[in-house]
């Protein structure tokens, strides 16, 4: 599986952004997928996650209420949708393929990873 995340870019405080993660090779409409982002100097983080039928997501408390995950299993993506950007979401976003259909927070329980997309939030 082949994962690309997009739609990162330079905005400022408040705009909006949406990411993408599509996935090539075969379809993850069985898997559960997460949102990762490390910013400079820090060690990666989870954002959140969307169970395999697109019923359940899970946010880390940072970005509750701003961030949304939602996939379209037809078109083998899935999106962030990020609302009121902070300075303090500039980071690099990952998009990752968990083992099973559902998935948490936890790194090892996620197989396939994309190559990032850098969001970069100014003041």
């Known amino acids: 599986v082949q994962l690309q995340a997009s739609g990162g870019g330079l905005v400022q405080t408040g705009d909006s952004l949406r990411l993408s993660c599509a996935a090539s090779g075969r379809a993850v409409s069985n898997n559960g997928i997460g949102w990762f982002r490390q910013a400079p100097g820090r060690e990666r983080e989870w954002v959140g996650a969307i169970d395999w039928r697109g019923r359940s997501t899970g946010y880390a408390d940072s970005v509750k209420g701003r961030f949304t995950i939602s996939r379209d299993n037809a078109r083998n993506t899935v999106y962030l949708q990020m609302n009121s950007l902070k300075p303090e979401d500039t980071a690099v976003y990952y998009c990752?393929?968990?083992?099973?259909?559902?998935?948490?927070?936890?790194?090892?329980?996620?197989?396939?990873w994309g190559k990032g997309t850098l969001v970069t939030v100014s003041s």
């Open positions: 990752a393929v968990g083992l099973g259909p559902i998935s948490g927070k936890d790194e090892s329980r996620y197989r396939y």
